[in-house]
């Protein structure tokens, strides 16, 4: 299946990197798209690294201060003014928002984007699959998109819309405390308040076989075909598709607090910097 997506992206890939730390800018997050990253600081602007065969890294001049950054697998979305702004491949309008008052969330798919509001989700681009919300959806706590899918949490419940491929729009009956969401390519993740990670969809790279023993998960992060979590001792664990070295967690992160995921690599905000690691095709990893 991945050999068939590069090919319908038109390349294929060729290396990979060991982890590489930025300098010394003050980092408030980073995001990782499926070959590019974005970062954002604490002066609320935006830098992007990698591939920018969509203009995707390219940002916009009249962006003004972001307050929320997130990185799509082939644009960039943010929140900033107080509107909802995107950049990048715009193929099937997923850079293409609609006019949206109190935005709080992004989550930008392969063909189109999603965000949540003060009145509820709205999504845009791409509805071949059924991407678009449902119409009862009402106002979620938080949403996360994927490949062609999308997922909501409401109390606890966790619920799916758009491309059952594998069956990742098929959350667990008995999931009902989900605290955070992840979705990747034809599968998806959820933190149990009382079970710990749970995930659904295809396992044809091991990405539903989270290792035993990870305890108290604060957040949760999926690739294309592997998942990382985060845990409240500060650790970072990845499974699934190693095979750009996304899953070898360098040992001494100093810090850390965050981790994104793209297509083959990582990277993690910690106290000296943004350190990203695996697939470097696009310098990807190559912090500025």
Request: glycine share 12%; charged share 15%.
């Amino acid at each position: 299946m991945k050999r068939i997506l590069w090919m319908v992206l038109g390349f294929l890939p060729t290396s990979f990197a060991i982890a590489a730390t930025t300098g010394p800018q003050n980092w408030a997050s980073v995001q990782a798209g499926y070959f590019h990253t974005c970062a954002l600081n604490t002066d609320h602007r935006v830098t992007c690294w990698g591939n920018n065969w969509y203009g995707q890294t390219e940002i916009p001049a009249d962006l003004g201060n972001v307050q929320q950054l997130a990185a799509g697998p082939m644009n960039t979305c943010v929140i900033a003014e107080g509107k909802v702004r995107c950049w990048g491949d715009n193929s099937r309008y997923q850079s293409a928002p609609p006019e949206l008052k109190n935005a709080r969330q992004l989550a930008p798919g392969f063909g189109h984007g999603c965000a949540l509001t003060d009145s509820g989700v709205s999504c845009w681009g791409a509805d071949g699959a059924g991407q678009k919300m449902p119409a009862d959806l009402g106002v979620p706590a938080l949403i996360a998109s994927g490949y062609w899918h999308a997922c909501a949490l409401t109390q606890g419940k966790v619920r799916c819309w758009g491309d059952d491929y594998s069956g990742e729009t098929n959350a667990p009956a008995d999931l009902s405390d989900a605290t955070r969401l992840a979705l990747g390519f034809h599968f998806s993740c959820a933190i149990s308040s009382a079970k710990g990670i749970r995930c659904w969809g295809t396992n044809d790279h091991g990405q539903l076989q989270v290792p035993p023993g990870l305890q108290n998960p604060l957040e949760i992060t999926a690739g294309d075909t592997y998942a990382c979590a985060f845990l409240a001792d500060k650790s970072i664990h990845c499974w699934g598709d190693g095979e750009y070295g996304q899953l070898s967690v360098p040992a001494d992160l100093n810090n850390p607090s965050q981790v994104t995921s793209g297509f083959g690599h990582n990277c993690a905000l910690t106290d000296t910097g943004i350190r990203c690691w695996g697939m470097n095709r696009y310098g990807q990893t190559n912090n500025p």
